[in-house]
């Protein structure tokens, strides 16, 4: 009787969300080969089982290993798992692509628009691999890395148009504290993910700037409305951003210190410029490099997207704090939608 050979994924790179899901799928008896950039990170996740750059304190699966060459990370890969800036995936993946098996399917753990086409990453996976759709999945949700690397609880939502290669990954990353729902909605669970980094921007700036539960509440649940109306006007279903793509993630990144994008709003609120902010976070934040994608994607859509635009203008110095409140809270009353 003929033995089936494990499932293999291959995920890069070996930053903290890349690292977080290679040892979810380890642990869910997935073989996993990790691509690290510099040999250091390789051979420390090799020989010490752990990732000196991100959560040295904590000992990865002995059956995990790591390699700095993509072509051997690659080889006989059932998923390649991508966990890298949205800004960097066209020209990596340019340089990967002829590595990928014709039968791999890719899963995409990024959340953001990039800037110069406006288009989301699973858009730019198939222009750039020439791959089917339905051979690029989507992997979205409530989940701050740290807490899965202590094993907490946690949710998630795989998204394919090809609901087989849902459940196969599924399958593939299902542990006693990881719990993958499946979805079609390729759309809705990658524009959950990419706006609600500019909502926690938000939702940190007025926590820097001391006003309260009420606003950040406030902008949490109107930053979940025009979130969904983008959303829905590209084609998503509503359902999908009531979700662990849409509210469940939006909640995660609004509310904990963990949250770069939060904590980075914090810092904004708090005072800093823009630059200072930036070293003082020393992790790339999503929010701030797409919310300028995110509203041109609004405006050809004709959708309105209030929060959204004050954080750019914020980011681009257009306008001051206390401008940026003002601007919010003396919008015309309307009814509620």
């Known amino acids: 009787m ?53 959560f040295p304190d904590i000992e990865l699966p002995a ?16 998923f390649l798992v991508l966990s890298i800036p949205a800004q960097t ?15 791999t399917v890719i899963v995409s753990l990024m959340k953001g628009i990039e800037q110069r086409s406006h288009l989301r990453a699973s858009q730019i996976i198939t222009e750039v691999t020439g791959v089917r759709q339905d051979r690029v999945a989507v992997l979205s949700g409530p989940n701050l890395a740290r807490e899965i690397m202590d094993g907490q609880p ?11 290669a849902a459940h196969r990954f599924q399958k593939a990353c299902h542990t006693a504290y990881f719990r993958p729902y499946t979805s079609t909605d390729v759309t809705g669970c990658e524009l959950g993910g990419a706006v609600k980094n500019v909502i926690a921007l938000a939702v940190g700036i007025a926590s820097g700037m001391g006003l309260g539960h009420n606003a950040q509440a406030m902008l949490i649940t109107r930053g979940l409305a025009e979130t969904t109306r983008l959303a829905v006007a590209m084609g998503a279903h509503p359902a999908t951003l009531s979700g662990m793509a849409g509210l469940g993630d939006l909640v995660a990144t609004c509310s904990s210190p963990l949250s ?37 994607l609004a405006r050809a859509h004709d959708v309105e997207m209030p929060i959204t635009h004050v954080i750019s203008a914020l980011l681009h110095e257009k306008v001051t704090l206390d401008e940026a409140t ?11 939608r």
């Open 63 to 78: 059956a995990l290993s790591a390699v700095t060459d993509p072509a051997a990370a690659l080889a006989g890969a059932d």
């Open 326 to 336: 003002a601007t919010l809270m003396q919008r015309p009353p309307k009814p509620e």
């Open 2 to 54: 003929t033995q089936r050979r494990p499932v293999r994924a291959a995920v890069f790179s070996a930053g903290s969300w890349g690292t977080a899901v290679a040892k979810i799928l380890a642990d869910a008896g997935t073989s996993v080969v990790v691509h690290a950039r510099r040999d250091e990170i390789a051979d420390a996740i090799n020989t010490t089982h752990r990732n000196p750059g991100y």
């Open 89 to 103: 995936l066209r020209t990596n993946l340019a340089a990967w692509a002829p590595h990928i098996g014709p039968g």
């Open 260 to 296: 770069r994008n939060r904590t980075f709003g914090t810092h904004l609120g708090h005072g800093l410029s823009l630059q200072e902010a930036t070293a003082a976070t020393r992790q790339t934040t999503e929010g701030v490099k797409s919310a300028e994608a995110i509203l041109a």
């Open 154 to 164: 946690a949710a998630a939502t795989i998204a394919c148009t090809d609901e087989t």
